[in-house]
């Protein structure tokens, strides 16, 4: 796909769950924590409580203040420690950014993962070479990291596009006035109420097609 001529456009990409597959082994790791607590945690509430509120799973603890604060910080090195041990790219990302940044002025990575975290992730993906920035806001469904791509990009919001997999995601980058493509990788999620969106992809294949089409709009 040849570069569109004239037009400047910038690509805003979610990680967990559109680039990596990592959002099972974070509920994996909360699951955990809770389950040592005498928590039971199953994935349709991390679905709702996580993807849908953008709160933690942790909060089922009933914990609070210096209690919670260390639950969070277990959770969190329990999570480090199964990125460690897993392949997590999403078969054709890592092809697909390089293909595209050679179609749109800038990409970046809007995403609430904690710095440690990111790094662990992207340590051996190669994909951070083929994105131009990355965010790391206040967390989705709030506007704030989609809002500092766009100012990050240098375009309007209209020139840009976010890549989601979470309904938090798609709030998010709707309330920065963006448009969203809806990717679910193996349509893991693929039933999730996101209302309507400018396209829906489920392999990178798909996405490729639907980005090309944004493109030339």
Not at 101 to 108: H, I, Y
Request: proline share 3%; glycine share 10%.
């Amino acid at each position: 796909m040849p570069r569109m001529e004239g037009k400047k456009r910038a690509i805003l990409w979610d990680n967990d769950g559109v680039l990596v597959d990592t959002e099972k082994w974070f509920f994996e790791a909360n699951r955990l924590e809770l389950a040592a607590l005498g928590v039971t945690a199953t994935s349709a509430q991390f679905e709702e409580i996580n993807l849908r509120r953008g709160v933690s799973l942790l909060s089922l603890s009933g914990l609070e203040g210096e209690d919670l604060r260390a639950l969070y910080t277990r959770g969190d090195a329990r999570y480090s420690e199964l990125l460690r041990t897993e392949k997590l790219a999403i078969p054709g990302m890592l092809e697909l950014l390089e293909r595209m940044k050679e179609q749109v002025f800038t990409m970046g990575i809007v995403t609430a993962s904690r710095r440690e975290h990111f790094d662990i992730i992207h340590g051996l993906s190669g994909m951070l070479a083929h994105v131009d920035f990355e965010d790391y806001p206040r967390a989705k469904p709030y506007p704030d990291g989609y809002l500092a791509g766009i100012e990050r990009a240098g375009l309007a919001a209209r020139e840009c596009i976010a890549v989601e997999d979470s309904p938090r995601g798609i709030t998010a980058a709707r309330a920065a006035g963006l448009e969203c493509v809806f990717f679910t990788p193996g349509e893991v999620g693929a039933d999730r109420d996101v209302g309507e969106v400018f396209a829906r992809a489920g392999s990178a294949e798909e996405l490729e097609v639907v980005l090309g089409q944004w493109l030339r709009k």
